[in-house]
């Protein structure tokens, strides 16, 4: 098996660092779990996000029935240099870096490898059984074999910046703060050595912020968040900020004769819940359970690749579904208002009845499935 990764390294700024219970109990059960721990961490267990009439706990992992009941956040690129020095130790794993794909080989109507070019822009042809396309949110593979994801559009954009940690934040168990007002979402998750902070505003008023400058910013985190306004003082530069374009998207179809799209590729994921890293690895995991048994025997059938989507598909629905719920009945209305607004009174009350309390964590952190790896 051969992995290709256009960059040299996986150290990018600003992805997702979230693993949740899914993820960390599949890891569990191939024995990586223990060793993941090992590597400098923090977790999160939910938000309380301070709204006019009190805070609001719209789920809280740490009451679910699990080895995990947090989310635990490394740096993506440490994550990914354990996982492919872990897969590393299996004879027929083969990772090429600097390996940019750029076209897809094809005979007789199927897929049957790559050509991708390498950091000396020579090209090379690689022939597989299967190509797995797992190449992100603007993925080429998927250009390429003609698949038009359908887009729905989040009302929200985020600038992401850093805030230092500071001795009195201690006292923040969740490892999670959100607040709003302004018009504005601040988060800001622990990353044990600094708060990974993001501002969440309406789509198209980036250039409104950027002309108020980096003052405007800080005083809208201390009026937000007052218990920031220390930190904050460190944002000094509008380069400190990334501005990230939230997108949301599903693709009708995740393959063809010997390919399969997979993760951001099929579909991409609004950061609500931070569920994208998991959800590709849940895709993963299916498509190794389904597809182990037809390429150990030789031959992948275009019903074979389906099967992958049919089990993945509707679980994606239901999140991206519940992403929008969250989207238009919190964040939308936050957005829009100047002044902070009310938790919604239909959450507040729902999460009040035992057997209801626990099913965002529970979908949050499994999704509507669980996702293990088949054992034989
Ligand atoms: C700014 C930001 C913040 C996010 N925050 C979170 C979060 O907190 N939690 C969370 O769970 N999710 C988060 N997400 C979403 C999450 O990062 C994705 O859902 C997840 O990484 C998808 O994994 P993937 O493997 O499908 O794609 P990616 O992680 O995007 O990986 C695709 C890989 O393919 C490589 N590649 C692309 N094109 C080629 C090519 N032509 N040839 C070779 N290699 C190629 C890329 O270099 C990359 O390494 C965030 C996303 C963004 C953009």
């Known amino acids: 098996?051969?992995?290709?990764?256009?960059?040299?390294?996986?150290?990018?700024?600003?992805?997702?660092?979230?693993?949740?219970?899914?993820?960390?109990?599949?890891?569990?059960?191939?024995?990586?779990?223990?060793?993941?721990?090992?590597?400098?961490?923090?977790?999160?267990?939910g938000p309380t996000i301070n709204?006019?009439?009190?805070?609001?706990?719209?789920?809280?992992?740490?009451?679910?029935?699990?080895?995990?009941?947090?989310?635990?956040?490394?740096?993506?690129?440490?994550?990914?240099?354990?996982?492919?020095?872990?897969?590393?130790?299996?004879?027929?794993?083969?990772?090429?870096?600097?390996?940019?794909?750029?076209?897809?080989?094809?005979?007789?109507?199927?897929?049957?490898?790559?050509?991708?070019?390498?950091?000396?822009?020579?090209?090379?042809?690689?022939?597989?059984?299967?190509?797995?396309?797992?190449?992100?949110?603007?993925?080429?593979?998927?250009?390429?074999?003609?698949?038009?994801?359908?887009?729905?559009?989040?009302?929200?954009?985020?600038?992401?910046?850093?805030?230092?940690?500071?001795?009195?934040?201690?006292?923040?168990?969740?490892?999670?703060?959100?607040?709003?007002?302004?018009?504005?979402?601040?988060?800001?998750?622990?990353?044990?050595?600094?708060?990974?902070?993001?501002l969440v505003f309406p789509k198209g008023h980036y250039q409104e912020l950027h002309t108020q400058g980096i003052a405007a910013i800080r005083q809208a985190i201390v009026e937000i968040q007052p218990r920031l306004a220390r930190h904050a003082e460190s944002l000094t530069d509008w380069r400190q900020l990334a501005l990230l374009s939230v997108e949301s998207s599903l693709c009708p179809c995740w393959h063809k004769p010997g390919l399969l799209l997979i993760g951001d590729a099929a579909h991409v994921m609004s950061p609500i819940g931070g569920v994208g890293i998991n959800y590709a690895v849940q895709d993963a995991v299916v498509a190794a359970n389904v597809l182990t048994g037809p390429l150990n025997a030789g031959r992948v059938s275009d019903a074979d690749l389906a099967e992958v989507q049919r089990q993945r598909?509707?679980?994606?629905?239901?999140?991206?579904?519940?992403?929008?719920?969250?989207?238009?009945?919190?964040?939308?209305?936050?957005?829009?208002?100047q002044s902070p607004p009310r938790a919604p009174w239909i959450a507040r009350a729902l999460l009040r009845i035992p057997v209801l309390r626990d099913l965002p964590a529970r979908l949050l952190a499994f999704g509507p499935r669980r996702v293990r790896l088949d054992e034989d």
């Open 313 to 337: 598909k509707w679980p994606v629905r239901v999140i991206q579904g519940m992403q929008t719920l969250m989207q238009n009945r919190l964040i939308a209305p936050a957005l829009a208002s």
């Open 51 to 198: 709204f006019a009439d009190g805070p609001f706990r719209p789920f809280d992992l740490a009451r679910l029935k699990t080895r995990f009941p947090y989310v635990l956040l490394v740096p993506q690129a440490q994550f990914l240099d354990f996982i492919t020095r872990e897969a590393a130790k299996y004879p027929a794993f083969r990772l090429v870096m600097r390996a940019n794909v750029r076209e897809l080989v094809e005979e007789n109507g199927a897929v049957c490898g790559v050509k991708y070019l390498d950091a000396d822009n020579a090209w090379h042809e690689l022939r597989a059984p299967l190509t797995v396309a797992a190449d992100g949110r603007f993925s080429r593979i998927r250009q390429l074999a003609g698949f038009e994801p359908v887009k729905t559009s989040p009302p929200m954009d985020i600038l992401w910046f850093r805030l230092p940690k500071l001795p009195e934040d201690l006292d923040v168990p969740s490892g999670l703060l959100g607040s709003i007002g302004r018009g504005l979402v601040l988060i800001a998750l622990d990353r044990a050595d600094y708060w990974q902070a993001g």
């Open 1 to 45: 098996m051969a992995l290709l990764e256009m960059h040299k390294d996986f150290d990018r700024e600003f992805r997702g660092d979230t693993i949740h219970p899914s993820t960390l109990e599949i890891l569990d059960q191939i024995g990586l779990a223990a060793p993941l721990h090992e590597m400098r961490h923090s977790k999160i267990s």
